[in-house]
T-cell receptor, first 113, second 113 residues
């Protein structure tokens, strides 16, 4: 079974631009979560989607948004990029249900210049 | 809120040495506990998990026991290899994962031949 895939793997943007990242979950997984990883803050939860609905959101500004499609694929968007948005963005998928294990993709490395 | 505390390192060991990476947690409910590993340039890989007190997770020679009385989930391996060099993250999932995973800061492990 194929794992979680994320595209693109690397992105370079400038301040003020916007960016869209894509995530395809493991087949059969309907929950998709997004995380930001930085050297200073570590791994932080952004939001989680299930059946095209955002179920929960971490403590990030409204510039960070996402959506999920009917095939469970998900995108996240960051508008008005800031230097501090440079990070590795990780997507994880899981089966629906409590305590289900999250499986991570390789991440998208975003650099904001 | 929930939190995970782990030694950050770097932890440097010789090949075949015994490994312990300490992890303690604070949670409001009865969380599931996880160890993830991240190799350079890659996403997170699930190493092992435990979903209730006294459960022992194990994989690839690594073990961790869910200790509710000490709120701990220490990672151990009897004989490490150079290929175990990576960053290890302890994480918890509370409220059925509704708030995403809460991660520790990560422990950088370096194994010298």
């Amino acid at each position: 079974k194929a794992g979680v895939t994320q595209t693109p793997r690397y992105l370079i943007k400038t301040r003020g631009q916007q960016v869209t990242l894509s995530c395809s979950p493991i087949s059969g997984h309907r929950s998709v979560s997004w995380y930001q990883q930085t050297p200073g803050q570590g791994l932080q939860f952004l939001f989680e989607y299930f059946s095209e609905t955002q179920r929960n959101k971490g403590n990030f500004p409204g510039r960070f948004s996402g959506r999920q499609f009917s095939n469970s694929r998900s995108e996240m968007n960051v508008s008005t990029l800031e230097l501090g948005d440079s990070a590795l963005y990780l997507c994880a998928s899981s089966l629906p249900g409590p305590e289900d294990t999250q499986y991570f993709g390789p991440g998208t490395r975003l650099t904001v210049l | 809120g929930d939190s995970v505390t782990q030694m950050e390192g770097p932890v440097t060991l010789s090949e075949e040495a015994f490994l312990t990476i300490n992890c303690t947690y604070t949670a409001t409910g009865y969380p599931s506990l996880f160890w993830y590993v991240q190799y350079p340039g890659e996403g997170l890989q699930l190493l092992l998990k435990a979903t209730k007190a006294d459960d022992k997770g194990s994989n690839k020679g690594f073990e961790a026991t869910y200790r509710k009385e000490t709120t701990s989930f220490h990672l151990e391996k009897g004989s490490v290899q150079v290929s175990d060099s990576a960053v290890y993250f302890c994480a918890l999932s509370d409220r059925g994962g509704a708030d995403g995973l809460t991660f520790g800061k990560g422990t950088h492990l370096i194994i010298q031949p």
